[in-house]
């Protein structure tokens, strides 16, 4: 009896502070998921800016502000300037990538490209691209791939999303192809940066946006849509309170095409720099970017392998 009366007395106290614990069974915060991950930094990295923006086609394609020479050595008027450019890389075997290739027509110019989604078939892609004074703001643009002309991306066309000048960032095609995921600023939404998405019609045009709702969006920047190979994960990074510091990867389940509350992918891929653009080329394999190491604020592109609880 003086046992039971002990244990009695030590689970009133434990109990009272907590208040509201037990009679309030919503407030306990779901456990985040449990995860393993190696984390290894790529060799295509240089001292400039480098983050991953989609796989296509077995391609990793990155955009970049390092300068680049003609085969023969010599300086290109256009490719040796610090705009920021698409690359192309084959991937060998995941954390293994050959020579890089520039993507060619409407992504070679003297104007910085800052994203790029391509279509399951590989022959329509969406992209954004700077624009003002200040560079600050993007614009989305779509365009087919010839048949002629060695392949290259041609028939550029703005794509207009809503009635104003907001910027539309890292656009993300949906697994099935049916909607176009992106960041913007567009009004009415939670505050900075909010995730929407729009069906993706015949024609190349997009239907109306639809935000994603405050599950995802937060009063802060969320930006950097992705999805598993499955369609049933889509992946974020957000600036939100909570986190380990600057941007930080998210992860939120799909049902039925509605996403549920998101949940942190830990301290084994988010740090307190700036983590972001997570590419997963498997269930359990993938890329993201982050300027942890870096005595800037250069991104850098890193190969992730491991498990992640469902």
Known sequence: MKVFSTLATA????????PGVLNNPSSLKRPEPEMTFNVTEMPLNTPAMEYATCITNGQLIIVTNRKIKNSDGKSNSILNKPTYK????????EEKVGRPSLLPGVFVGNESISAATFDNSGTRTYFTRSFGESH???QLFTAQKSNFHAGAWVNEQLIEVGAGTYTIENPKIDVRGEY???ASDMPSGYGGLDLYKARILASGNLGKPINLGARINSARDENHVSFNPAGTMLFFSSDRPGGMGG???YRSKLSNGMAQLPQSLGNKINSTRDDLAFIPISEKSGYFSS?????TTNLDIYYFYGWLDQ
């Open 11 to 18: 689970f009133f106290f434990i109990t009272s502070m907590i």
């Open 86 to 93: 698409l690359l192309s890389f084959p991937v060998i075997h």
């Open 136 to 138: 600050k703001k993007q």
């Open 180 to 182: 176009l995921y992106f």
């Open 247 to 249: 941007y930080d990867i």
């Open 291 to 295: 300027n942890r190491n870096s005595l």
